[in-house]
């Protein structure tokens, strides 16, 4: 008897430590699908500096990107592009953008080009993530929602996790900064939302 309760207790602590092992290797992990999430569509006008109009050339990828403004807000940084065609101090914006509740504000339809990823403006969504602190690391309520929006748009324009990019990849840049400085991270990122995707479609297949 002891000894059945011994290699049982050995089975437990193995199983334990794998889990930990896998967590600590591969960062966060959401149990999300690929469903619609909830959108806060508040189009930006149409101007010059943030939403210029123009239709896109067809979606090959998703850009991911986060704000540099640490504890800013998805609402401040909506309002923030759409002022620049007052300020006119420079054209930037986002079709989407993750807020530090997991609140998804959409800005830019996914048709029309917005300015975010340099020379991929044309053929990418792209996705402005808001994070607390300068560490760049999102909130638990963000990473879920950010992992939900990308699975969507993946399923919604037939993408793959391989065209999931940072905004790094396109420019060297270092954006999204925990992403490009925890590569684990970013690839466990990436594996959480393709299982996201396949959740989807094994549950409508």
Excluded at 21 to 33: A, E, L, M
Excluded at 55 to 76: C, F
Excluded at 151 to 173: E, M, N, P, Q, S
Aim: proline share 3%; hydrophobic share 35%; charged share 25%.
């Amino acid at each position: 008897m002891y000894a059945a309760a011994a290699i049982m207790l050995l089975v437990i602590l193995t199983a334990a430590a794998g889990v930990y092992s896998c967590v600590s290797r591969n960062g966060r992990y959401v149990d999300v699908d690929a469903s619609e999430p909830d959108l806060d569509v508040q189009l930006l006008d149409v101007n010059p500096y943030s939403r210029p109009g123009i239709q896109s050339d067809g979606i090959n990828g998703i850009v991911i990107h986060y704000t540099a403004n640490p504890g800013s807000t998805a609402q401040e940084n909506r309002d923030y592009f759409n002022g620049l065609q007052y300020s006119q101090e420079t054209e930037a914006s986002s079709n989407f953008i993750v807020g530090l509740e997991g609140e998804i504000i959409q800005c830019v339809p996914t048709w029309e080009v917005a300015y975010a990823s340099n020379e991929r403006n044309s053929d990418t969504v792209s996705i402005e993530v808001c994070h607390p602190d300068e560490t760049g690391k999102f909130t638990d309520e963000t990473y879920r929602s950010l992992v939900q929006l990308t699975a969507w748009l993946c399923v919604k324009f037939d993408l793959t996790t391989d065209d999931v990019i940072r905004h790094y990849d396109v420019t060297g840049k270092i954006c999204p900064k925990y992403f490009v400085e925890h590569e684990d991270a970013w690839e466990a990122f990436k594996e959480n939302v393709g299982d996201a995707v396949g959740k989807s479609r094994r549950e409508q297949g």
